[in-house]
């Protein structure tokens, strides 16, 4: 597996703020995904972070709001923009290796709480 | 026993008693289910994974099973330790292609000493 590190690992922030979450890898992977648990739920991918061209949203999560870059193949980062309290999640970043695509190893998560 | 708390299903076991935590599963077109554990302030862990082509998988003190007839996959874990507490996710991948992780509600595993 990787080692998957996260930036900043909690935070508190205020309504209509914005953060950006950044995601780092010690290795070149090929994919890279962003996921939101909220409070005592299951995993829901926000969308896959591509490598040199606009990442791909799921059903219900737009770039307006989640703007993600992906500059090269070890480094992300998710923003999550313009915030309510509604956005307080736990934030994660995925990878897939390319020896075993399916498989996706987890960073720790961004704890997020928006007051 | 198992019950359903207000948010996840949770499993209360005695240490060194065997798990089994299970999942039911969406698509009959799943080809490919993964365990996670995650414990409290953590990212999800990969566990143990299993292809449709099988119906069992060991490691080290855990069992995957996977019958596709009824879309049920288990976790069974041999004599269940503290360190064992913690939520296990099971997830699905629809196609044979990254990025189609679909995750279940998730199990919370309580250890009692």
């Known amino acids: 597996s990787a080692v998957i590190s996260q930036k900043p690992s909690r935070d508190i922030c205020q309504r209509g703020t914005s953060l950006t979450i950044q995601c780092q890898v010690d290795s070149q992977v090929t994919m890279m995904f962003w996921y939101r648990q909220q409070p005592g739920q299951s995993l829901t991918l926000i969308a896959t972070a591509n490598q040199g061209s606009e990442a791909t949203y799921e059903s219900g999560f737009v770039i307006d709001k989640f703007p993600i870059s992906r500059p090269n193949l070890t480094f992300s980062t998710l923003t999550v923009s313009n915030m309510s309290p509604e956005d307080s999640s736990i934030y994660l970043c995925?990878?897939?290796?390319?020896?075993?695509?399916?498989?996706?190893?987890f960073g720790p998560g961004t704890r997020l709480l928006v007051l | 026993g198992e019950s359903v708390g207000l948010h996840l299903p949770t499993l209360s076991v005695q240490e060194g008693d065997n798990s089994i935590i299970n999942c039911a599963y969406s698509?009959?077109?799943?080809?490919?289910f993964i365990w996670y554990k995650q414990e409290s302030g953590k990212g999800p862990q990969f566990i143990i994974d299993?292809?449709?082509?099988?119906d069992k998988r060991q490691g080290q003190r855990v069992t995957v099973l996977l019958n596709k007839t009824v879309k049920h996959l288990s976790l069974q874990i041999a004599a269940t330790q503290p360190g064992d507490s913690a939520v296990y996710f099971c997830?699905?991948?629809?196609?044979?292609?990254?990025?189609?992780?679909?995750f279940g509600k998730g199990t919370k595993l309580s250890v009692k000493p």
């Open positions: 299993i292809r449709s082509n099988m």
């Open positions: 995925s990878v897939g290796l390319a020896r075993k695509e399916e498989t996706q190893y």
């Open positions: 997830a699905e991948n629809l196609v044979r292609s990254q990025g189609n992780l679909i």
């Open positions: 698509n009959s077109a799943s080809d490919y």
